[in-house]
């Protein structure tokens, strides 16, 4: 699974022949990666960090980082998908490090019931909200939740590379996605929209 | 098989269920609707989840996107740099410098104020530690706030060695003191005539009669003070009656309930004074500046006067400019001006026709803010004007720089942390420049800081209605979108600040708030920019 989102359309090729000259401490090429890929990760940090300035600083420590470590970057595998890990730590660094990460929140998440949604009313909610609700609701959610939402659904993350981010056993990941997607739902009902979850044991 | 969970659904279409465990989901879902159903439901939220996160709502800042182009030269920062050092020098020729040589001619003269008033002075002498330390905490202040602009850049060992080395660099070149005699008087104390005190005299006395000649400065912390001899240095004088019937070689300098010339000053006279008095025998060579109550001046001044004061009273000769601000001037018909005369009081001015004036005096009555009439069609007329100016401001800023202008209206929607940085600059900054001027830094740089300041106070309001201007008509894009928000958010902002008293008070909120989004947004700004440090 490999669809990172990336701005501009830099071949294969070209960018192993930028992180090549980057490598060898060129500045300009350090400028074409990073204009490259910076508003990209931009976008990623918009989503997985609650406030626009939060994702500025983000991507802009991220790069450093980016520059530190690109030593260890392996080329045998995809940038991207190194990039966005290295990304989704520093996010997730960052969060844990301002400690508004809850942290009951993996308990609640074991503990409580899964309610059934009604398949109707979940419908009816994704037709009466649009991208900017869901974004708005997003940024009201819990920073483990919202994180795994981004990574899966907007990263593409394997459940494994969820997992070794957010530090969680690989079997929760699941679990924590669906009770994410609960959490959003719920938001959106109270922000006006009709979904409202069935009682448990009521569908099927 | 039963129905199956939510959990079961999702990572069925997650493909994270084992084959055979998959296999029953897909054979029970062939056979019940209900489980199809919410598989369904489950897969549709998937995708909109993916769309609504994908879906690209916001913009990314400029200094995100822009890439350094390959191999140009760097035009726009040479043009910039450019531009910034041309502004500098012009702000520094056109308004510091004047400010700084007028400040010279009135007796600032040594470059900064804690140097003037007391380290070249008696009253420091002997107090080098002292110095030292007040130094270092004022310098220390400065390196502290510098260091936190730059704690991202600290990582770079070059700029910290940069702004430690400043430090020790200002402190060395800080002047060195002399000693200085200091007496004690018992209550009194008189230095007889023929005596002399070789260096500086500091007197601490009720009462305090200098008769005898003093090399240095006379500094004073008396009731009363006679001075009748020769002073070859400096007066300065922290008293309740003050009288110079001798000669001061250099600047008298008085913070005196009364205070009487009557003899010689070689230089210039600047006092804050309850009631001040020149006798038509008096001489001061140089300027003259005045807050005073209560001033009657009948001697010759070959200098500038700028006065501060309740009641002037002119019957003396002034050899240059007179600049005068008062409750009531009264110019006698001795009286003789040699240069320009603008005068400001809040009473028509009694002119003698016999005074001798070389220019017409420009006089302007100034009202009491309680007599502004809102009746007035001129009263907003004027207001209309302060509007203009302050739209074409706002024009200005953002034709020059619209990224730093919407980033500032932005960040008005921060508003408890603009609100803080707004009432935390509003007040600290002034005290910070005040600091400047009494380190070695100087003056120059004391009053710079104090333009920047009053340049942000201005536009404040600006920002604020940029931001208010967007949130009535909702999001724009384009200058002439923004321009039309920030003229009716100007609009409105002035048309609340005509409301008394309350009006007030939300000028200052406005201050606060804008204020304290442009240091949010010089902030971001201030943040390292890793396209500009990549091609360094």
């Given amino acids: ?83 966005y890990k290295v990304a989704s730590n520093h996010c997730w660094d960052l969060l844990r490090r301002r400690r508004i990460r809850q942290d009951l929140e993996t308990g609640d998440l074991e503990t409580l019931p899964l309610e059934h949604p009604d398949p109707d009313q979940l419908e009816q909610l994704q037709t009466e909200h649009d991208s900017k609700h869901v974004r708005a609701g997003l940024a009201k959610m819990p920073d483990r939740a919202r994180m795994a939402l981004v990574l899966r659904y907007y990263s593409d993350m394997s459940y494994d590379e969820i997992a070794d981010t957010l530090g969680v056993r690989r079997a929760f990941v699941g679990v924590l996605l669906l009770r994410a997607r609960h959490q959003l739902r719920e938001i959106l009902a109270e922000g006006g929209g009709g979904m409202r979850t069935a009682a448990a044991g009521g569908k099927p | 098989m039963n129905h199956f969970d939510e959990m079961t659904a999702l990572l069925y279409l997650e493909q994270q269920l084992d084959t055979a465990h998959a296999q029953e989901v897909r054979g029970h879902v062939a056979t019940c609707n209900d489980c199809r159903n919410l598989l369904r439901a489950l897969e549709l939220e998937g995708v909109w989840l993916r769309q609504s996160l994908e879906a690209d709502d916001e913009s990314v800042p400029a200094h995100l996107v822009q890439a350094p182009e390959r191999g140009g030269t760097p035009w726009g920062w040479l ?111 008189t230095l007889a005539a023929g005596e002399v005190i070789h260096t500086d005299l500091i007197v601490s006395a009720d009462a305090a009669r200098i008769d005898g000649d003093v090399d240095g400065d006379l500094i004073t912390f008396s009731r009363s003070v006679t001075v009748n001899g020769h002073i070859k240095g400096d007066v300065i004088s922290f008293s309740e009656e003050l009288h110079v019937n001798g000669m001061v070689d250099g600047n008298v300098r008085a913070f005196v309930k009364e205070f009487q010339l009557n003899g010689t000053v070689g230089r210039n006279v600047m006092s804050w004074v309850g009631d001040m008095n020149t006798d038509e025998k008096s001489v001061v060579n140089g300027t003259m500046t005045l807050g005073a109550g209560d001033c009657t001046l009948n001697g010759k001044l070959v200098g500038d006067l700028l006065s501060f004061s309740g009641s002037l009273e002119l019957d003396g000769s002034l050899g240059r400019n007179v600049m005068v601000r008062a409750g009531h001037l009264r110019v006698g018909p001795k009286a003789v001006v040699a240069g320009e005369f603008k005068a400001q009081v809040r009473k028509p ?150 409301v008394p008293h309350l009006g007030f008070w939300i000028n200052f909120l406005v201050i606060c708030l804008g204020l304290g989004a442009i240091v949010l947004a010089i902030y971001r700004y201030m943040r390292p920019n890793l396209q500009a440090a990549a091609v360094v």
């Fill in chain 1, 1 to 83: 699974m490999e669809r990172r989102k990336t701005t501009g359309d830099m071949s294969a090729a070209e960018l192993a022949d930028v992180l090549a000259q980057v490598r060898a401490g060129d500045a300009e090429a350090w400028g074409e990666l990073y204009g490259q890929y910076a508003p990209a990760i931009f976008r990623f940090c918009r989503r997985a960090l609650p406030t626009r300035e939060d994702a500025e600083d983000a991507t802009t420590e991220i790069f450093m980082k980016v520059r530190q470590k690109l030593g260890t970057y392996d080329s045998s595998r995809p940038f991207t998908a190194w990039l």
């Fill in chain 2, 349 to 498: 001015a009694d002119i003698s026709p016999d005074a001798k004036l070389a220019s017409p005096p420009v006089i302007s009555i100034v009202e009491h803010d309680s007599d502004k009439s809102y009746s007035s069609p001129r009263y907003y007329w004027h207001q209309t004007l302060l509007w203009g100016a302050s739209f074409i401001f706002g024009l200005v800023m953002l034709l020059l720089m619209p990224g730093f202008f919407f980033d500032a209206a932005g960040a008005c929607k921060r508003t408890v942390p603009a609100f803080g940085f707004g009432i935390l600059f509003l007040f600290a900054l002034p005290i910070v420049a005040i600091i400047v001027c009494f380190t070695i830094v100087g003056i120059g740089v004391g009053i710079t800081s104090l333009m920047l300041w009053a340049i942000a106070l201005y536009a404040a309001q600006v920002v604020v209605g940029a931001w208010l201007g967007d949130r009535l008509l909702g999001p724009s894009t384009g200058v002439g979108a923004a321009l039309g928000r920030m003229a009716l958010g100007l609009l409105i902002l002035r048309a609340i600040g005509l």
């Fill in chain 2, 79 to 189: 043009s910039a740099f450019g531009l910034g050092a041309g502004g500098a020098y012009t702000m520094w020729s056109g308004f510091v410098e004047p400010w700084r040589a007028q400040a010279a001619q009135s007796g600032f003269t040594q470059g900064n104020l804690l140097t003037m008033l007391f380290f070249s002075g008696a009253f420091w002498k002997g107090w080098d530690a002292m110095r030292s330390l007040t130094e270092f905490l004022a310098l220390a202040t400065l390196g502290v706030l510098v260091i936190w602009l730059l704690r991202r850049h600290l990582r770079r060992t070059t700029a910290f060695a940069v702004v430690m080395g400043a430090m020790v660099m200002a402190l060395a070149l800080a002047p060195a003191g002399q000693a200085a005699e200091i007496k004690h008087g018992n209550p009194n104390y």
